[in-house]
């Protein structure tokens, strides 16, 4: 049996940050309180393959991605489906659906998985060297399982509906270009996961006891925020998941048109927010010495 600090060791907590490099302030770190564990290599690790956390920890993504699509999907599927928005929770039901079902998950799976629930926020880790290369495939892989299960569930529930009301699939608006389509998922995208940054950062949680009881709230609060701006243009995606579990499963031309917006806005607005907060922010090298 595996000893119960197996998560620590080996899972999502197990690759934080280099030593700092720079600043004054960096140059202190035998006196600082907290540690930071070594970045994680950009290798497949096959020894994770062989730890039952690693297996806990897909099940989670899968199961909490799978939670995700089925509550969101049927509250936008509520809101389409009425004549009258008066009688429906509107907009801003719809982005507190998403924003609310990111805290409650986050919060029931930081500690077996990190709580990602999105391809774009696992590929920010990678980038950051906080999760090995054989975590990050493997999150994907079971998030977009778990949000295809998702929107399969709601279309098996009533199909006849899920056709006619465009199963919540993202698209860009006729009023907008593909290119602005394409700024407002790199941009929520950034914002997502530079909040995730924040509000997981290694220094604040040893400075603020309360921070990581605290960190899904405003990751929560930011994905309602840009599903606020952002509905209007394409739906709001920032979540290759979420877009493509939709998609599959509605599976019509106009799902597809624009699909490759919601992988390439999401993937390059993480990276972007990986290295703001790693180099700008936090001045941490991405080469191990």
Known sequence: MEGKDEDVRVGANRYRER?????????????????????????????????????RACIAEFVATFLFLYITVLTVMGVAKSSSKCNT??????????????????????GISGGHINPAVTFGMLLARKLSLTRAVFYIIFQCLGAICGALVVKGFQPHQYERLGGAANSVSRSYSKGGGLGAEIVGTFVLVYTVFSATDAKRNARDSHVPILA?????????????????????????????????????????DDHWIFWVGPFIGAALAALYHQIVIRAIPFKSK
Request: with cysteine; aromatic share 14%.
């Open 19 to 55: 030593q700092a490099i720079g600043t004054a302030a960096q140059a202190e770190q035998d006196g600082k309180d907290y540690k930071e564990p070594p970045s994680a290599p950009f290798l497949f690790e096959p020894g994770e393959l062989s730890s039952w956390s690693f297996y």
């Open 89 to 110: 929770v509107g907009v801003q039901g719809i982005a507190w659906s998403f924003g609310g079902m990111i805290f409650a998950l986050v919060y029931c799976t930081a």
């Open 216 to 256: 899904p709230l405003p990751i929560g609060f930011a994905v309602f925020l840009v599903h606020l701006a952002t509905i209007p243009v394409t739906g709001t995606g920032i979540n290759p998941a979420r877009s493509l579990g939709a998609a599959l499963v509605y599976n019509k031309d106009q799902a597809w």
